[in-house]
Nanobody, 126 residues
Framework: VQLQASGGGLVQAGGSLRLSCAAS????????MGWFRQAPGKEREFVAA????????YYGDSIKGRFTISREKAGNTASLHMNRLKPEDTAVYYC????????????????????WGQGTLVTVSS
């Protein structure tokens, strides 16, 4: 599976961005899909995940209530809608997919994910 993340950029605090992740190579609906981020000098952090069916979503505590993850039911694209952005949201955002089942294997560990996109930079100015 090849993943292409896009949509990053520079935004003022309080603003919004939408990140997209386009998958190719295999049937996207076989995979759970997650977003992680990594700020300079920090470890990679779980942001959000969505199940294969799209019926179940999971969010990291730091972004809960501000970000929304979604995916096309029959397509190969997933999105992360980011609202009320804060300077501490500044990071490179990565999309990733996993064959693991979130209900039994968890969802917020990077090691669970089989394929990763290249990352897209989000910068939030104060």
């Amino acid at each position: 599976v090849q993943l292409q993340a896009s949509g990053g950029g520079l935004v003022q605090a309080g603003g919004s961005l939408r990140l997209s992740c386009a998958a190719s190579g295999h049937s996207f609906n076989r995979y759970g899909m997650g977003w992680f981020r990594q700020a300079p000098g920090k470890e990679r952090e779980f942001v959000a995940a969505i199940s294969r069916s799209g019926d179940t979503t999971y969010y990291g505590d730091s972004i809960k209530g501000r970000f929304t993850i979604s995916r096309e039911k029959a397509g190969n694209t997933a999105s992360l809608h980011m609202n009320r952005l804060k300077p501490e949201d500044t990071a490179v955002y990565y999309c990733a997919v996993t064959l693991s089942r979130y209900s039994t294997d968890g969802f917020d560990t990077a090691a669970l994910y089989n394929y990763w996109g290249q990352g897209t930079l989000v910068t939030v100015s104060s």
